[in-house]
């Protein structure tokens, strides 16, 4: 399945929590920002290295990530 930049930047700009604060909403894009970082160095991975798809270890650097930015 091939997504299209004009998709990626769509979904990204209503990826918003209407209940939440602006800081709270900042939080979460930068979720986003981090679950699809790692999606995209995992998928790079598996294509140009011969790595192995592991949903895990994609959560777990999305974690990992998230962390270390806060």
Do not use: Y
């Amino acid at each position: 399945m091939f997504v299209q930049h004009n998709d990626l930047k769509s979904h990204f700009e209503s990826f918003f929590l209407t209940q939440a604060s602006s800081k709270q909403n900042m939080v979460w894009k930068g979720i986003w920002a981090a679950i699809v970082r790692c999606i995209w160095e995992h998928r790079n991975s598996v294509v140009f290295k011969q790595g192995e798809v592991d949903p895990e270890e994609v959560f777990q650097r999305a974690q990992l990530k998230l962390w270390l930015w806060t």
